[in-house]
């Protein structure tokens, strides 16, 4: 069978179109060498490596320049082939141009609601379905332009042409897909790299979150039948609360949090304000008409966080490795932006609920054991004896693949530092409330109808980061201000009676 793939496969390359033979191509360019060129323009970094993916790629020379494209997902190849040899043709050079100059959160946004109609010159029947996307993010953003009213997919591209259209492509490139000469995801980089390195600063900013508990599959009849029922769904969540934060972080390990949080569920507004201050492995917490700290000792969990999340967890403005490429997946430049403290370029993020549900799955099944470490050994987390390490596991894993979540943000880098400057943020959630609802079914008894509940909640903030490598303060706590461990222990009932 496999015998037999094989052949299939050498059948379909040798009936791929080739407008004509090798001896006759004169100044034909072959794909092997527009990957080459492209590349070289491009400047891209060429990976030392010998061995090839592809069983027709032996050349020593071109090599690293098939296998660069190929990790990089600007070539798939045909199977075990890759055709090195073959003409390329317009609408493949079209396609590795969009990989190589084009910007891919914006290819993709405009390709999920890309239709046939969007190219209108003649013959656009006869380009591949496969390249009809590339064709038209490259003629909208200029990449390339028409030639005429017609385009000729299907034809080879000569060495002078692939020179015009490289040339072409590279300077759209520069001037709306770059700022100094970097995209949108190697800006990210930069930055982050360069806030890894700042000693002290400052941020402030408003998180307003609100959130709703959904029930649906419930008529009025049904819900009219039941008042424990009604009772529940009146009592149901609608909350908003908003966070106002003032943050001030000194490297390598300390950070003083002041937080007011401001929530409304329907009654009254309740507001109050906590103070974090965390010195190496010690955390401080005070709350709002308190003289007195509650002191922890986070040693273990905080190495543990710091596994989980990729990142020194004092360091709350850098983004993790993680993160980082996720991020990459979807940046993009938006136009800069002038305030009265200076002008920033602005990149942004769309992460919809596909891209971020594939995301976290492939990082908690990473981190999932140390997680799960964490919540059994640690008491402060609240897990008792009885902790099932599996169902644990289980239920955090059917959370996760259950979440529908999308994500915005907006970063706003320095021009001049390259530093952040401010973020926005943006985050739509629905979870589904499975776990619960079975426990709420229960309560109420055999006779409760069957429904089902969602937890909705949106959250919307921007932060600015100030005060860049300038003098911070801090808490100072001395033993006096400390609270006694043993008034946070609650008194069991037989010690009472024993006294």
Same mark, same amino acid.
């Given at each position: 069978?496999?015998?037999?793939?094989?052949?299939?496969?050498?059948?379909?390359?040798?009936?791929?179109?080739?407008?004509?033979?090798?001896?006759?191509?004169?100044?034909?360019?072959?794909?092997?060498?527009?990957?080459?060129?492209?590349?070289?323009?491009?400047?891209?970094?060429?990976?030392?490596?010998?061995?090839?993916?592809?069983?027709?790629?032996?050349?020593?020379?071109?090599?690293?320049?098939?296998?660069?494209?190929?990790?990089?997902?600007?070539?798939?190849?045909?199977?075990?082939?890759?055709?090195?040899?073959?003409?390329?043709?317009?609408?493949?050079?079209?396609?590795?141009?969009?990989?190589?100059?084009?910007?891919?959160?914006?290819?993709?946004?405009?390709?999920?609601?890309?239709?046939?109609?969007?190219?209108?010159?003649?013959?656009?029947?006869?380009?591949?379905?496969?390249?009809?996307?590339?064709?038209?993010?490259?003629?909208?953003?200029?990449?390339?332009?028409?030639?005429?009213?017609?385009?000729?997919?299907?034809?080879?591209?000569?060495?002078?042409?692939?020179?015009?259209?490289?040339?072409?492509?590279?300077?759209?490139?520069?001037?709306?897909?770059?700022?100094?000469?970097?995209?949108?995801?190697?800006?990210?980089?930069?930055?982050?790299?360069?806030?890894?390195?700042?000693?002290?600063?400052?941020?402030?900013?408003?998180?307003?979150?609100?959130?709703?508990?959904?029930?649906?599959?419930?008529?009025?009849?049904?819900?009219?039948?039941?008042?424990?029922?009604?009772?529940f769904i009146d009592d149901g969540i609608d909350m908003s609360m908003n966070m106002d934060m003032?943050?001030?972080?000194?490297?390598?390990?300390?950070?003083?949090?002041?937080?007011?949080?401001?929530?409304?569920?329907?009654?009254?507004?309740?507001?109050?304000?906590?103070?974090?201050?965390?010195?190496?492995?010690? $955390?401080?917490?005070? @709350? &709002?008409?308190?003289?007195?700290? !509650?002191?922890?000792? /986070? =040693? %273990?969990?905080?190495? #543990?966080?710091?596994?989980?999340?990729?990142?020194?967890?004092?360091?709350?403005?850098?983004?993790?490795?993680?993160?980082?490429?996720?991020?990459?997946?979807?940046?993009?430049?938006?136009?800069?932006?002038?305030?009265?403290?200076?002008?920033?370029?602005?990149?942004?993020?769309?992460?919809?609920?596909?891209?971020?549900?594939?995301?976290?799955?492939?990082?908690?099944?990473?981190?999932?054991?140390?997680?799960?470490?964490?919540?059994?050994?640690?008491?402060?987390?609240?897990?008792?004896?009885?902790?099932?390490?599996?169902?644990?596991?289980?239920?955090?894993?059917?959370?996760?693949?259950?979440?529908?979540?999308?994500?915005?943000?907006?970063?706003?880098?320095?021009?001049?530092?390259?530093?952040?400057?401010?973020?926005?943020?943006?985050?739509? $959630?629905?979870?589904? @409330? &499975?776990?619960?609802?079975?426990? !709420?079914?229960?309560? /109420? =008894? %055999?006779?409760?109808? #069957?429904?089902?509940?969602?937890?909705?909640?949106?959250?919307?903030?921007?932060?600015?980061?100030?005060?860049?490598?300038?003098?911070?303060?801090?808490?100072?706590?001395?033993?006096?201000?400390?609270?006694?461990?043993?008034?946070?222990?609650?008194?069991?009932?037989?010690?009472?009676?024993?006294?």
């Amino acid at each position: 069978m496999r015998k037999l793939c094989t052949l299939l496969t050498l059948i379909v390359i040798l009936c791929l179109p080739v407008a004509v033979s090798a001896a006759e191509q004169g100044n034909f360019f072959t794909r092997a060498e527009f990957i080459k060129e492209i590349l070289t323009q491009a400047g891209t970094e060429i990976e030392e490596v010998t061995q090839s993916s592809f069983s027709d790629v032996t050349d020593p020379e071109l090599i690293p320049y098939i296998e660069t494209a190929y990790n990089n997902g600007i070539v798939s190849g045909y199977g075990h082939y890759f055709a090195p040899g073959r003409s390329i043709t317009k609408e493949e050079a079209v396609k590795i141009i969009v990989h190589v100059f084009g910007e891919k959160a914006g290819f993709n946004a405009m390709s999920d609601s890309f239709a046939d109609g969007d190219l209108e010159f003649a013959y656009s029947e006869d380009i591949s379905a496969w390249a009809k996307p590339y064709v038209a993010y490259a003629l909208e953003t200029g990449l390339i332009t028409e030639e005429g009213d017609t385009f000729g997919p299907g034809e080879p591209v000569t060495a002078a042409q692939a020179g015009e259209m490289i040339a072409a492509a590279k300077e759209v490139y520069q001037q709306l897909f770059t700022r100094d000469g970097l995209s949108a995801p190697d800006m990210l980089v930069l930055a982050n790299e360069k806030m890894a390195e700042v000693g002290t600063y400052k941020q402030k900013g408003t998180m307003l979150t609100e959130m709703q508990l959904l029930v649906e599959g419930l008529t009025p009849e049904q819900v009219g039948e039941n008042e424990e029922l009604e009772k529940f769904i009146d009592d149901g969540i609608d909350m908003s609360m908003n966070m106002d934060m003032d943050i001030s972080f000194q490297a390598p390990d300390r950070i003083y949090i002041k937080q007011t949080l401001a929530s409304d569920a329907g009654v009254e507004e309740v507001v109050q304000d906590v103070e974090t201050y965390m010195d190496g492995s010690l $955390m401080y917490q005070r @709350m &709002a008409g308190s003289d007195k700290w !509650v002191m922890q000792d /986070l =040693g %273990e969990v905080m190495e #543990q966080i710091q596994a989980i999340t990729d990142r020194e967890p004092y360091q709350m403005t850098q983004l993790s490795e993680d993160e980082l490429k996720m991020f990459k997946e979807f940046a993009r430049y938006e136009e800069d932006v002038v305030t009265d403290d200076g002008e920033y370029y602005v990149i942004s993020f769309k992460i919809d609920q596909e891209a971020y549900r594939e995301y976290y799955m492939e990082v908690m099944e990473k981190v999932m054991d140390s997680i799960v470490t964490l919540q059994a050994e640690n008491p402060a987390l609240g897990q008792g004896p009885g902790f099932d390490p599996e169902q644990y596991k289980q239920m955090m894993m059917s959370l996760v693949s259950g979440m529908e979540v999308e994500l915005s943000y907006k970063y706003y880098i320095d021009k001049e530092t390259h530093l952040f400057g401010k973020v926005w943020m943006s985050q739509a $959630m629905t979870m589904p @409330m &499975a776990e619960f609802m079975t426990e !709420v079914v229960e309560a /109420l =008894g %055999e006779d409760a109808p #069957q429904f089902s509940a969602k937890m909705l909640s949106h959250s919307e903030g921007e932060f600015e980061i100030y005060d860049l490598d300038e003098e911070v303060e801090f808490p100072v706590i001395t033993e006096e201000d400390i609270m006694d461990q043993g008034e946070l222990v609650p008194v069991e009932p037989e010690a009472l009676q024993e006294d």
